[in-house]
């Protein structure tokens, strides 16, 4: 992937997020990480200090991004942030908790994602990437929350990578396992 601008990340403010941060810092490309909250701030800023390329912290819910925008030389957006919280049988599983869990897993990358494409567009250039989750090849139990959002995530990537190819957009998705993070 030929890196051409700045690379935002979503989630960063704790495990794989902050990691990709650091990763991409590190061989001097410069980065926007979006915290969830504050609380965050000083960790990701200890991570990311000293590095090759410029890092600017920013607290952003993807569930309620408010007047956030990208800058113009966004070149990648990495929608990471996600929400796995208990590991319960269905019937145990409010509606409440599935609603929580599509907010942040799956309406937070769509509203991320309709906000970077005018960008993307303008530069005629841009990779997004989707940080989905092996779960979805696997029918896990007591992941019913996650594994339907991670799902949806799925079926809005490959659409999305078909109307975007023209513009110079390339849509990515990436499968991790099972992995300790925030």
């Known amino acids: 992937m ?4 700045r690379v935002t990340i979503t989630g960063a403010g704790v495990g794989l ?7 991409f810092a590190e061989t001097g490309h ?10 965050q701030r000083a960790d990701f800023e200890k991570a990311t200090t000293g590095l090759s390329g410029t890092v600017d912290a920013q607290v952003v819910d993807v569930t309620n991004p408010g007047d956030f925008t990208f800058p113009d030389d966004t070149d990648v ?10 590991n319960l049988p269905i019937e145990s599983i409010s509606t409440d908790v599935f609603r929580q869990h599509m907010e ?3 309406f937070g990358a ?4 309709r ?13 997004i990437v989707n940080i989905n989750s092996a779960s979805v090849t696997v029918p896990i139990p007591f ?6 959002t991670k799902g949806a995530l799925a079926a809005f990537s490959e659409p999305l990578r078909v109307e975007l190819a023209p513009f110079g957009i390339r849509i990515l998705e990436f499968l991790p396992g099972a992995m300790q993070t925030g």
Request: aromatic content about 6%; cysteine-free.
């Open 143 to 148: 992941l019913a929350p996650y594994r339907a």
């Open 2 to 5: 030929s890196i051409q601008g």
């Open 77 to 86: 957006l990495v929608n990471n942030a996600g929400i796995r919280l208990e």
């Open 30 to 39: 410069d980065v926007v990480g979006l915290l969830f909250d504050e609380s």
């Open 17 to 23: 997020g902050q990691a990709l941060a650091v990763a």
């Open 110 to 113: 769509v509203e991320m994602t």
């Open 104 to 106: 942040v897993n799956f």
């Open 115 to 127: 906000r970077v494409i005018p960008v993307m567009r303008a530069r005629a250039h841009g990779t």
